[in-house]
């Protein structure tokens, strides 16, 4: 591919300040930053697509946590795919499509052996952020390999109109679950769930307490909950669990923005006599199952057997907007921002 013209500034987000509650748009700062050339062994990539995630919320508060937080007047960073532009690494040629880790920014120029190279003839790009990337093996290994999922489970699965949870009701049902119930916070996403996801029954968190509405929802109980919430919907879960049922502690995003201390659960001994097993999950931790997610999923993607949403946001401008909303809800499936 010819060499392409390249800017010689291009935009990124700095974080400005750091939020006290729910994120504000004066927290974020689009700067136009100078583009560098890639040394030895780098690449320049102009990004197509940015992903917005939870978990960038937690980075935007100064507390030592599994990834390091943002810092004050630098450039955020985050899950991103483009083409690359200029080339001194081999193997990495122009017009190669590349996914790797500084987004919220037009162009990066990063190591190569930071970036993976993806097929965009495969899947659409944007599925690399999400169905065929970290949101995806999230709920693949959340399910099959931290709850020790099996045939004949019945699953609940909150947040169940996202990006993790939409995938985490199909793959259930997909293998086999006897009964897949999820929540979400509104009409259109509960109906988008018991419609094109296949769930068998999906409720608004919003309408009635969680517990009631868990119980009608699932009369004989849940063997297995995928908790993208935390909060009222784990205390409910833990209530409706059977005997040995287990946990998969994936997000507790009901309490991202809190200030106070978060909610429960109040119920906690239950998981004794009920014999529950609860386990926390990084997704870092589940690489080895990627060959294996890729083949599995990229086949049902395939046949039409799974369904994959996503709401996208275009500009680069309208990235920190994009994850507000992310934080308000304003997504079915995957968040991505198209450049
Ligand atoms: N452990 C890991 O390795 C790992 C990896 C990836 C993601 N995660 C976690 O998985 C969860 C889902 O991530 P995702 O990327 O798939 O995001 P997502 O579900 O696509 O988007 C976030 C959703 O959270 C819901 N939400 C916001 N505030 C809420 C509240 N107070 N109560 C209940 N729901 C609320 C919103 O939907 P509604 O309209 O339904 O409220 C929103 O659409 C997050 O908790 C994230 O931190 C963990």
Redesign the pocket.
Known sequence: MAEQAIPTTGREWHLAARPVGRPVPSDFALVEAPVRQPGPGEVLVRNAYLSV???MRGRMNDVKSYVPPFAIGAPMDGGAVGYVVASAAEGFEVGDAVLHGLGWREYATLPAAQGVKVDPALAPLSYYLGVLG??GL?AYAGLLEVASFKEGDAVFV??A?????SLVGQIARLKGASRVIGS???AE?VATLTGSYGFDAAFN?KDAPVAEQLAAAAPEGIDVYFD??GGDHLEAAIGALNPHGRVTL?????QYNETSAPAGPRNLALAIGKRLNLRG???RDHAALQPQFVAEVAGWLKDGSLRYDETVVKGVENTAEAFLG??R?D?TG??VVEL
């Open positions: 995630d939870p978990y970290m949101p999230t909150s947040g109109a996202g990006a993790v949870g979400a916070g509104s996403k968190y993208n919430v994936c997000g507790a995003i009901a999950m990084l997704v992310l934080l809800g997504n995957k968040m």
